[in-house]
């Protein structure tokens, strides 16, 4: 019976660990998480965000599909791409994953 109460945490000794010293491996999680998961993807967001600014006509880019083209038009939310000859695609700006290169625009 007494090996009972002693596990239930009648007996002596022992506390409660309070303030700063409770909170402090939550806290060090946290930072834990912000420099390996959460900032590296904000950074990778605005790399992404300056991307689709600065495209333009003529730009070989590949959608997140894996549509690979050549801008002809563009628009504030819509990017014309040519796949091949005389066959063009429209695809959201949000969806070009990246720029492959550019080609000298005529024109």
């Known amino acids: 019976m007494f090996d009972l109460a002693y596990a239930m945490g009648t007996g002596g000794g022992g506390g409660?660990?309070?303030?700063?010293?409770?909170f402090l491996p939550l806290i060090?999680?946290?930072a834990i998480f912000y420099f390996l998961l959460?900032?590296?993807?904000?950074?990778?967001?605005?790399?992404h965000k300056q991307v689709l600014a600065s495209l333009k006509?003529?730009?070989r880019v590949v959608s997140s599909g894996g549509l690979h083209?050549?801008?002809?038009?563009?628009?504030?939310d819509v990017v014309t791409i040519e796949v091949s000859p005389k066959v063009r695609v429209k695809v959201s700006r949000g969806y070009i994953?990246?720029?492959?290169?550019?080609?000298?625009?005529q024109g």
Do not use: N
């Open 16 to 22: 409660q660990g309070g303030g700063l010293g409770a």
């Open 28 to 30: 060090i999680i946290f």
């Open 38 to 47: 959460i900032r590296p993807q904000q950074r990778k967001s605005k790399q």
């Open 57 to 59: 006509k003529g730009d």
């Open 69 to 76: 083209g050549v801008i002809t038009g563009l628009t504030d």
């Open 97 to 105: 994953a990246g720029i492959i290169g550019r080609t000298e625009s």
